[in-house]
């Protein structure tokens, strides 16, 4: 399983002694690094816990997860993996680019939200919701209309001091898509590399449709299911909004045991101050991502538009 390598993920560079297909590689330099993920058989020996546990103590993040390995993630800087012998190496890499990124991305003062971001006109949108919402289906609605994805899963964000939205962090250029999926957007699967134990959900390559710059983040869509009915948006209000963003943070049950309750708070607090955040419920049964995605885009220009009226109200009354 040992194969060393450096690639990059979440604006970080990862030296890694497994090599990861689904990250860029970086063969051009590998003197310098962000993250090293090193493989540490030890860590079975020692490790004391119950499976599927986040043990959360001083600087560190352990976890086992049976059948598959140990994982400790130090620091913000370092992911130590113990695979289980006869492990398979696609899971492993699925935990360590998932609750391990996560985990070290919170441990580094990163906001994650859980999620699928696209771009529209030099704008990040976020698509959040619970598992099954059909976020990665909708995101791929929108790369067929030509817009690129930033993040598929985990979506990373930065706040600068001067900016008033965060930044998106581009993570790595790969969706996961259902069979389902595949088939209302004519895909082939024979192409795709199904997910280990998950043989209708597959790993979908995008680099050519893959924004790998930061964006500003303009607004947050949640994806209900419904059983029945059309498709509806609302806007969320007031406390709503932060329970929304705290259900729709990646592990969000680390945010007490990392004790960033208060850091946490602050920052959804400024997402809810500055962003629009809408919930869109959709029937579970047919298909409604294209009408979803026509619903958005207006839901954007009519936004635009108001804001350029009043841009152009405050200029005239400066004048």
Request: aromatic content about 10%; hydrophobic content about 40%; proline content about 5%.
């Amino acid at each position: 399983m040992v194969n060393n390598g450096v690639f990059e993920a979440f604006g970080l560079r990862v030296k890694s002694d497994i090599f990861l297909p689904e990250l860029i590689n970086k063969t051009e330099d590998i003197s310098s690094f962000d993250i090293n993920i090193k493989v540490d058989q030890s860590l079975k020996t020692f490790y004391i816990g119950n499976p599927y546990d986040f043990i959360a103590e001083a600087n560190m993040v352990s976890f086992l997860i049976p059948d598959v390995g140990v994982f400790r993630i130090i620091d913000g800087k370092e992911i130590l993996v113990s695979p289980f012998e006869n492990a398979n190496e696609d899971i492993v890499r699925l935990y360590l680019l998932g609750s391990c990124f996560g985990t070290l991305l919170l441990q580094r003062g990163t906001y994650i939200l859980h999620g699928s971001a696209v771009v529209i006109d030099n704008k990040a949108y976020a698509i959040v919701g619970d598992s099954g919402a059909g976020k990665s289906t909708l995101a791929s609605a929108f790369m067929e209309r030509g817009y690129s994805l930033l993040s598929d899963d985990v979506i990373a964000l930065s706040f600068k001091k001067n900016e008033q939205n965060p930044q998106v962090i581009p993570s790595y250029p790969q969706q996961k898509l259902w069979q389902q999926s595949l088939d209302k957007f004519g895909l082939n699967n024979t192409t795709f590399r199904p997910i280990y134990g998950r043989e209708d959900k597959f790993c979908i390559p995008v680099m050519d449709q893959y924004c790998s710059e930061p964006m500003p983040l303009d607004g947050i869509f949640e994806l209900v299911k419904m059983s029945s009915g059309p498709v509806t948006f609302r806007p969320l209000q007031g406390l709503e909004q932060l329970q929304k963003l705290f259900q729709h943070t990646y592990r969000q049950f680390l945010i007490p045991k990392l004790k960033l309750t208060e850091w946490h708070f602050r920052k959804s607090a400024s997402l809810a101050s500055n962003l629009p955040l809408y919930q869109i419920s959709r029937p579970i049964e047919g298909f409604s991502a294209y009408q979803i995605v026509e619903e958005i885009l207006e839901t954007i220009n009519q936004k635009a538009s108001l804001t350029l009226n009043n841009k152009m109200k405050k200029t005239a009354a400066i004048g």
